[in-house]
């Protein structure tokens, strides 16, 4: 089979676990993690397992019972991982396309022993190729800064709200080796995200930013997983929760850590528009701190989000349908 460095799916949701009209933000990453893995799979022909799921900005919900195009592209690749660029996409009424996010995902090749396998470099041959390889190892500044705090967060705070999901894994969606795909995983931290918020606001909630998610362990089938949600800092309109997924076997009583996640939340009003939020304040010192981690890890992502990227068209809402072949995200 030829090697392919661009890969295009569509996808539909009819019914979901939210009460809303649109698609969760968790099944959207999911929709970008499978197209990405067999973009990185494709070009690598081996093994892949995520290792990143970089930020994305929900510049328009996706609606539900609507085909959904997902486009990827190779733009990186270092030893042994493979820098997929991605992009959702809607059709408009006028029969153009509209852009609802982007998202950077890191792949690892492994090989038939199970460790990390080279992968074959990938060579930009133009002069846009050449941007989008640069931009993509540059990001990777601002990820091991936000990895760094995130790693320096206080283990215990308390006077927020919360919640912990627990269950054993038991789930089709697996790698070929097996083991529980990242775009599951990124389901069960919107979802505990989703139902904190929802708990703190008392309202209905939607995610407008969510990834920003290093993942350092692997999930097998059979594994006690531990979802720990936390709301740790909240806008006028906006509430932030930290999530951290950990697993292990089910008689382990210190279960690793798998990743951490930081989606914002917001209560639509039914207009467009956010409601206000009650503000909630932080009271012990370790409060005080993982509030404080929030905020720089919050600035350091908005500065990937708002770093220009390379387009292979003029126009961020407009998408020539003609162009879907070659997929131009930012």
């Keep these: 089979m030829p090697r392919r460095s661009s890969i295009e799916l569509t996808f539909r949701e009819v019914t979901g676990t939210s009460r809303d009209s649109t698609v969760p933000a968790g099944v959207v990453v999911d929709w970008i993690d499978k197209t990405a ?59 153009g396309w509209q852009t609802c996010t982007e998202c950077f995902m890191i792949y690892v090749t492994i090989g038939p022993d199970g460790e990390v396998e080279p ?37 215990t705070f308390s006077s927020s709200e919360a919640l912990t999901l627990r269950f054993l894994v038991s789930t089709e969606e697996r790698y070929p080796d097996g083991k529980v795909r990242g775009g599951v995983v990124m389901k069960w931290i919107d979802q505990a995200a989703e139902i904190c918020a929802e708990r703190y606001c008392n309202y209905d909630v ?17 594994d006690l997983v531990e979802v720990d949600a936390r709301l740790v800092l909240t806008g006028s ?26 989606p914002v939340m917001v209560a639509p009003d039914g207009t467009g528009s956010a409601r206000r939020i009650v503000r909630w304040e932080p009271i012990r010192e370790e409060d005080h701190e993982v509030a404080e981690k929030a905020r720089r890890i919050r600035d350091l992502r908005n500065a990937t989000l708002l770093t220009p990227s390379p387009y292979s068209g003029p126009n961020e809402g407009a998408v020539d349908p003609a162009a879907l072949t070659e997929p131009p995200p930012r």
């Design 37 to 95: 893995y067999a973009c990185a799979a494709s070009w690598s022909r081996s093994q892949c397992v995520t290792s990143y799921v970089g930020n994305m900005h929900f510049m328009v919900p996706v609606p539900r019972d609507t085909p959904v195009t997902v486009q990827a592209r190779v733009v990186h690749t270092g030893r042994a991982s493979v820098h997929i660029q991605t992009r959702v996409l809607i059709k408009t009424a006028s029969g």
């Design 119 to 155: 992968v074959t470099p990938f060579e930009p041959t133009s002069e846009l190729e050449s941007r989008r390889d640069v931009d993509a190892a540059r990001r990777m500044v601002y990820r091991r800064r936000v990895e760094e705090t995130i790693q320096s967060l206080p283990k």
């Design 206 to 222: 939607v995610t407008v930013l969510s990834g920003g998610v290093r993942f350092y362990r692997p999930i097998t089938i059979g």
């Design 237 to 262: 309109k906006s509430m932030h929760v930290l999530v951290r997924v950990r697993a292990g076997d089910r008689w382990d009583r210190n279960p690793e850590d798998v990743a951490y996640g930081l």
